[in-house]
């Protein structure tokens, strides 16, 4: 970098002809220019070119200075680099009278560092979580942190950088999500300067951000329908696609934050957005369990503890998708869940697609994309049990359908149990041990002669139902333990 911004503009244009790079423009646009090239495309070809105009170009003089001043003992190569940076610094205020900028202290301001010595310490980088709906396929700029260059509340940050030619290509040549906005695209992303672990994105307050000539809507805040609480506001990658230069010419980005002491990092990335059907068939492809293991793990659930002093002889699973209460159609969990319990993949990566929580709706513990699996086993399931909304596994891996659980539902509609006669509709107990619907109960029925309800009259009290808390007329009858399926 600092013998590239020690060049002169012939020397520039013969490096940009080099790699078939435009070569027209001012000299701090040829600058910026070749100085993307060095950080983003600096072949052994590149690098070679570079060194070979610097060399042509300073080498002789760098002797003379040599010569000049024996008594320093300094190593050529100390001296050359930094000869070569004051050389730049020089170059670059000859222009000022010209353009009015100063370039050392312009590019000490911008993200990417541009115009900085190399760090003699390298610390350890910012990372960002990945996040399933952006494909990274280029790193435009690292993680970098936003500092403050006065004791203001309001900070801005500039940066400068140029898309590739081949960046450019993919980007016109992405397909269109909707109109206007593009598969392919140059996002920014935000987050706390912590270097412990891979960080999730943050917004600084006081956020805008300055593309080129024009600002970039950054998402709003999610309406709080809770007095009192805050309203949230979703931190994504903030596409910038729509206001860049789709060409060689350079980029401006320009980021206002507000500076209250906590530290923010800016990247810059471009990225293949994702959607939840293309998710979906990536999980059907790569993420399915097969039932054999499934059913393995069934029988592991069920297993019988040492320690336990009572046996599990079954356990229920629900047809219906807690998300949208309707059937599963892609049963899936995250490996990590320690239930049985499913929801549908197709609802679940909708809802993140739109906000992204990434929470398992069962046991509300984190369900990311890259834990989902796929049930094969229930999948099975479903298509073979049409006519039930749950199902019980046993202790040996197979399940049998638990149907009639509506006609058992308790409500004043729908009575369980009519007391009076032994056979009144024929609700009563059956020496089986099942009921109507062939759902077991408890072992003993303890029934009482007196009604709990205050509200009936006398001569209802042989027709009350058991909907009604409290003790019953007595009756016993035995029942047989654990879990009986229904067929």
Known sequence: QNMVMSFRVSDLQMLLGFVGRSKSGLKHELVTRALQLVQFDCSPEVFKKIK????????????EVAQAQPQQHRPPEALSIHSSYERGSTVARTSISTTNIDYPALYGKYLNGLGRLPPKVTKPEVRLVKLPFYTTLDELLKPTELVPQNNEKLQESPCIFALTPRQVELIRNSRELQPGVKSVQVVLRICYT?????????????????????????????????????????CRPINLTHLMYLSAATNRITVTWGNYGKSYSVGLYLVRQMTSAELLQRLKTIGIKHPELCKALVKEKLRLDPDSEIATTG???????????????VPCRAETCAHLQCFDAVFYLQMNEKKPTWMCPVCDKPAPYDQLIIDGLLSKILTECEDADEIEYLVDGSWCPIRGEKE????????????????????????????????????VVDLTLDSSSSEEDEEEDEEEDDDEEGPQPKRRCSYEKGLVSAC
């Open 408 to 443: 058992r539902s308790c409500s004043p509609q729908c009575p369980i149990l009519v007391l009076g006669s032994s056979d009144v509709n024929g609700l009563l107990p059956t020496p089986n041990g099942n009921g109507e619907n062939g759902k077991a109960t408890a072992d």
């Open 52 to 63: 070979e105009l610097y060399e042509t170009r300073y080498a002789k003089k760098s002797s």
């Open 315 to 329: 356990v229920r699973v629900s047809l219906i998708c807690p998300l949208v209460k309707m059937r599963l159609s």
């Open 194 to 234: 912590d270097t412990s672990s891979p960080q999730e994105d943050q917004y600084p307050p006081n956020i805008a951000v300055k593309v080129n000539h024009s600002y970039c809507s950054v998402p709003g805040y999610y309406p709080s329908n809770k007095p009192g609480v805050e309203p949230k506001r979703p």
